[in-house]
């Protein structure tokens, strides 16, 4: 007999009817969003339609899997598997009518996304970036539509848009139209403040396509904000096989993650969500603490060790973290970003450590590389500000920002950034002059600042000292 298929024919639950959209699913959204919904006490109330990235690959896969597939908890005891029956349907980014006819139901309460920090398409002071080709071509497209006073859904139906944030406003634009009502949109990236963030960029494309938009979606779109965290590396072949071998079924797509799993909301769902609290989501009034705490304290450390481990010769997080040179980087880094918190975090600290060393968790130095242009103005700079301002030489910071330096240089891992361009633009001079270029990016405030300047540039030759140590 052959290995059965992984379908709601012969396992999982029947797909539950769509109260929710995911925009750009991906690894993480399955072992974290998708989870807690699948958990929730109300799950058969609340399928989620989710729709991929720019690759369609993800609907491709789980599309003749009916949405399904396994979740791999990887312990440092082994493994337990689980099957997901939350997402009902995924969609290629490119059915953008269905999106759009999601948006004008009024049985849609919720969106979640996940769409990368690059994805909000922001300027460096949090604006739209207008000036992007992508950005700019969605935006014309749509104003083509609503320019017409009589326009109808099916000319927003037959557009094809992009871009995050103008996907969002046009089905914003279809869901006035259609008169569906209020909803929340909840965006799940490491963001600090995340549903401001996105909630700017959608306002900024707003104004640009139909400011009276804006009156509506006061009055109807709720931005609630979010904190993520579990550690969930990319799908192997390795994983794909020890499905069919442990569990006796064929899954083209498991999802492997980490036991522990966080998420922490704050905002009003004024049509509903999930019981999302009974599968372990915290609600609180201030997401704030808990989010600098984790963007701080797990994604700062995870991009010290991604731009420093592989110049020392590291692979992954659990290589690089068991080794005392990178053990003693990322304790320093933590006491001084600790120091800026409102909160506890020497547990938080303890228990990072434990998540950082699972060796049954592959998760790749190369991969959280990506996109540092995003990621260490926001995960590294506050801590670099603040303790500069208060006088000190933050040399967990200074450290960090010296590796991301020699990244762009070309050591370690290769970049792979959405504004390569531009990062790499900074470096290739001297190393005082790459000092300056880089840190005028992460701090501009502190691009004079000579000590911090001499500071990074000895950061860099100590890093550069040990290239190859393993
Ligand atoms: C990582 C995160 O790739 C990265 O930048 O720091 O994906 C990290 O693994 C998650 O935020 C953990 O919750």
Redesign the pocket.
């Known amino acids: 007999m052959s290995t059965p298929k992984l379908t709601r024919e012969n396992f999982g639950r029947p797909a539950a009817d769509i109260r929710m959209v995911h925009i750009g699913l991906g690894n993480?959204t399955r072992a974290?969003q998708a989870w807690y919904t699948e958990h929730a006490s109300d799950a058969s109330d609340w399928g989620i339609a989710a729709f991929t990235g720019r690759r369609p690959t993800m609907a491709e896969l789980l599309g003749p899997q009916d949405g399904l597939y396994t979740l791999i908890t990887k312990g440092n005891e082994g493994d337990s598997f689980e099957v997901i029956s939350s997402v009902s349907v995924v969609h290629p980014a490119s059915d953008f009518a269905q999106l759009i006819d999601y948006f004008a139901s009024e049985n849609l309460a919720v969106v979640t996304s996940t769409v990368t920090e690059a994805g909000y398409y922001r300027r460096d002071d949090g604006s739209l970036d207008t000036d992007n080709e992508d950005v700019t071509h969605d935006l014309e497209n749509l104003k083509r539509v609503v320019e017409n006073p009589d326009f109808t859904m099916e000319d927003i139906r037959g557009l094809q848009v992009s871009t995050a944030p103008v996907r969002i406003l046009s089905g914003l634009l279809a869901r006035r139209l259609a008169g569906a009502g209020a909803l929340t949109i909840l965006p799940c990236d490491?963001l600090p403040d995340n549903g401001a963030a996105f909630s700017r960029v959608v306002k900024d494309a707003a104004e640009q396509v139909d400011p009276s938009i804006l009156d509506w979606t006061s009055q109807n779109v709720a931005w609630a904000t979010c904190m993520?965290?579990?550690?969930?590396p990319a799908t192997t072949d390795e994983e794909r096989d020890e499905v069919e071998r442990e569990q006796g079924y064929l899954d083209v797509s498991p999802v492997p993650t980490e036991p522990f799993s966080?998420w922490v909301i704050s905002g009003d769902f004024p049509a509903g969500r999930p019981d999302w609290e009974s599968a372990g989501a915290q609600i609180v009034d201030d997401v704030e603490p808990y989010e600098q705490r984790?963007l701080w304290m797990?994604?700062g450390s995870?991009?010290l060790m991604?731009y420093a481990g592989p110049i020392l010769g590291f692979e992954t997080v659990s290589e690089a973290i068991a080794d005392p040179t990178v053990r003693g980087w990322v304790d320093e880094w933590w006491s001084e970003a600790g120091s800026g918190l409102s909160i506890e975090w020497e547990d938080y600290a303890k228990a990072l450590i434990e998540r950082f060393e699972n060796r049954n968790i592959r998760?790749l130095l190369a991969?959280?590389a990506?996109?540092g242009s995003q990621?260490i103005p926001v995960r590294i700079a506050p801590t670099l500000l603040r303790l500069r301002n208060e006088g000190e030489m933050p040399t967990g910071a200074v450290r960090a920002v010296a590796a991301w330096m020699l990244h762009l240089q070309g050591h370690g891992a290769p970049v792979k950034d959405a504004s390569a361009d531009r990062v790499t633009g900074l470096v290739g001079k001297s190393a005082q002059e790459d000092a300056a270029a880089v840190l005028g990016y992460v701090a501009p405030s502190l691009a004079d600042d000579q000590e911090l300047l001499d500071a990074i540039v000895k950061a860099s030759e100590e890093i550069i000292s040990l290239r190859g140590k393993y």
Request: proline share 0%; aromatic share 4%; net charge neutral.
């Open positions: 993480f974290h490491n993520v965290d579990r550690i969930t966080e984790k797990l994604n995870h991009s991604a998760h991969q959280i990506h996109d990621k």
